[in-house]
């Protein structure tokens, strides 16, 4: 992923989940599928004004990092409002982001570590190209995660080890009850491109996460070492957010959008603005631009930045997650006397 190419467009750097036990979170991504610990902290104050929250809330923050050079997790649990669960009858075709899918070469290794940790496959192992894949429910955030067993059939290709880790994001998938104002705020308004949605999947490959027979329409966008696919469903057809939904609320928070360019988030900005839709607060800084966008539908984060933040920004693999282990593979590890 070059600074040239982040001056042309937005790309995909960041997911962010609601976790109802960030901890166990932590673990699920790191023990199971590989990814590491890239630093945390606490938020209160102002900065909760972003989620759309109030200024005397609380939250946790974690960053976890695969092989892509700038592509996150950015795990919450928050306190202050207390986090909601999802609906007992939650689907992945209720409207929001339902979806991501990451790419590990030791796919065996995955099945036998979700077996370990309890957690079911949905609708077994299936083979697309040379790739395997599987489904299941996340444990602690509530959504789906599909596995691909990485190889050239793998949509983008082989992605490169920037770091020396294992698992890569694929995409994150978003359900709208309206496909045409989808394909205007992410063509018209963001500015990127889009592509066909068996680009990614086709209609068979609903049943992996339980939804046989589905009937969906929809598109892709490649933004950067990852992709974006947004769906609309007709049969089931999918359910707007609770009323009182909250920003705060178990799930996928939001996708994050990155580039080089205060320009490009400025033209954002502008052209919601020019349709009655811009965003109420900014984060601001030398080189520095961000907004959080909260339409029910469209929950995405704009940021630009310089290259010289991102090591704080939770961009970079840190030290091992957890007290210490018992295999030998840390530095520290926890022997029996």
């Known amino acids: 992923m070059s600074d040239g190419r982040m001056h042309g467009e937005f790309e995909l750097f960041q997911v962010g989940l609601n976790a109802s ?11 199971i599928f590989g990814f590491a610990n890239a630093g945390g902290q606490a938020g209160w104050g102002p900065g909760m004004a972003l989620q759309g929250l109030e200024a005397g809330g609380q939250t946790l923050i974690w960053w976890m990092v695969g092989r892509q050079k700038r592509v996150q997790f950015e795990l919450f649990h928050h306190t202050g409002p207390t ?13 929001g982001w339902v979806r991501i899918g990451l790419v590990v070469s030791d796919f065996d290794g995955v099945v036998q570590r979700l077996a370990a940790f309890g957690t079911p496959l949905l609708g077994g192992i299936v083979r697309r190209g040379t790739s395997r894949r599987l489904a299941v429910r996340d444990p602690f955030v509530g959504i789906l995660v599909e596995v691909w067993e990485d190889g050239p059939s793998v949509p ?7 770091n020396n880790l294992d698992p ?4 994150a998938a978003s359900s709208v009850s309206d496909l045409s104002a989808a394909r205007h705020f992410y063509e018209d308004l963001i500015g990127l491109s889009t592509a066909p949605l068996e680009t990614l999947h086709t209609e068979a490959d609903e049943a992996a996460w339980g939804l046989v027979d589905a009937k969906r329409v929809g598109f892709v966008i490649r933004a950067g070492d990852a992709f974006i696919e947004v769906v609309q469903y007709t049969s ?8 009182d939904y909250r920003f705060s609320d178990q799930g996928i928070m939001n996708v994050g959008l990155i580039t080089r360019s205060n320009a490009m988030v400025q033209g954002v900005i502008d052209r919601m603005e020019a349709e009655g839709a811009a965003p109420t607060h900014l984060v601001v800084g030398e080189g520095v631009l961000g907004t959080y966008i909260l339409q029910p539908e469209r929950e995405i984060e704009l940021f ?20 210490a282990s018992a295999d030998g593979n840390d530095p520290i590890r926890i022997v029996r006397r």
């Open 21 to 31: 036990d960030l901890a166990a979170s932590l673990r699920f991504y790191a023990e």
């Open 83 to 95: 986090q909601r669960p999802q609906p007992a009858d939650w689907s992945p075709t209720d409207h």
């Open 156 to 162: 983008g290709g082989v992605q490169p080890r920037v």
């Open 168 to 171: 890569a994001l694929l995409y």
């Open 236 to 243: 089931p057809s999918g359910r707007p957010k609770a009323k």
């Open 304 to 323: 630009s930045c310089p290259e010289q933040l991102e090591p704080f920004l939770g961009f970079t693999p840190g030290p091992f997650l957890g007290v």
